[in-house]
């Protein structure tokens, strides 16, 4: 081995690099990210589940019951519910994953040294919290229900006390808290997310390489024609996976679609449209595929995987990783179809996601379209 020889074409290397900083801004820049998503995204601990309060019975001991939660660590108060109704919409919007629904005979039945029901309603489209939900609810019951035998025990002198709370719980949406319904979902969003934006990074880029560009700049051919026949291919093949991975997940898995099939394609062809205009940018910038596929896949496989609430409760995060999350496409994506998928939700569930995605899908067509009229001309 001759170091002699080795040695120039480490320099030679190390000059290529220098001159591409892209490619060096990606490498620095990757492992920082990483260990920040990792680092601060990744929490498996269910803490400030959001949870609606529907207390029919209004007396002073519901009110000590319901403070059981309001101090908990593990849940949040975000709604008083004067209609039951509304419970359904909550949850639907995914606006509460609990809601705690107190009888108006509650502290009646506990006077009396009578069993007292509670109703909990759970959002069971995440199996993995709903199962840690389920355990926190049932320990703060078992606590309170401790506190009214002591507090009876001493009053009847020791005379039989029976259990004060039956605990009824029902899991709304994935009764049985099957993780591939919680699941299936999420692949649709990352797989098409992938799909979208890295296929059509490289569409531009390709041209630019193969030396074909210069026979499209001097075609007559507008920019939108252009980003049209470069998305429509890629377009298709993302519907036929989505089709694909619905057809798998009600054969094997027995994932129903409890919506509108319509809603659900209308919802998808919206992100895709926008995946699509990200990738076009992204090939607009890039001035290899190399560097073109490396932009693409950060800037889509480790986002939508950590911070869309594809796997990892966004609610478990740092407020300002919460904050960063609303950046994510997927995120808004990814309501939507467990809306329509698992909850069987109409459009007013969801409709500021849908805006969201309409406003993601102008924007990236806009700025794409922009920067490819700038290469052309």
Known sequence: MKFDIIIPIIRKEFRQIRRDKRTLGVLLFVPVLMLLMFGYALNFDVKNTSLALYDEDRSSQSREFALQFWNSEFFDLKYVLHDARDADRLLDGEQVRVVLIIPATFSERLARGQEATVQVLIDGTNSFSASTILGYINGIVQQYS?????????????????????????????????????????????????????????????ERELGTM?????????????????????????????ATILVAGYLLFDVHIKGSFFLLFIVTLVFLLGSLGFGLLISTIAQTQQVAFMIAAIATMLPTFILSGFVF??????????????????RYFLVALRGIILKGAGFSAFWDQILFLLVYAVLTLSISSARLRKLLH
């Open 146 to 206: 401790l506190k009214v035998i002591t507090s009876a025990f001493s009053r009847t002198g020791g005379g039989a006390v029976a259990v004060p709370i039956d605990f009824r719980p029902r899991i709304w949406y994935n009764p049985e808290l099957q993780s591939a319904k919680f699941l299936i979902p999420g692949l649709i969003a990352f797989i098409l997310m992938i799909v979208a934006v890295v296929s059509t990074a490289l569409a531009v880029v390709r």
């Open 214 to 242: 210069e026979q499209i700049m001097v075609a007559p051919i507008k920019p939108s024609e252009l980003i049209l026949g470069k998305a429509i291919p890629y377009t298709l093949l993302a519907l036929i996976a989505t």
């Open 313 to 330: 409760p966004i609610r478990n995060m740092p407020t300002w990783v919460q904050a960063v999350t609303y950046l994510i496409p997927a």
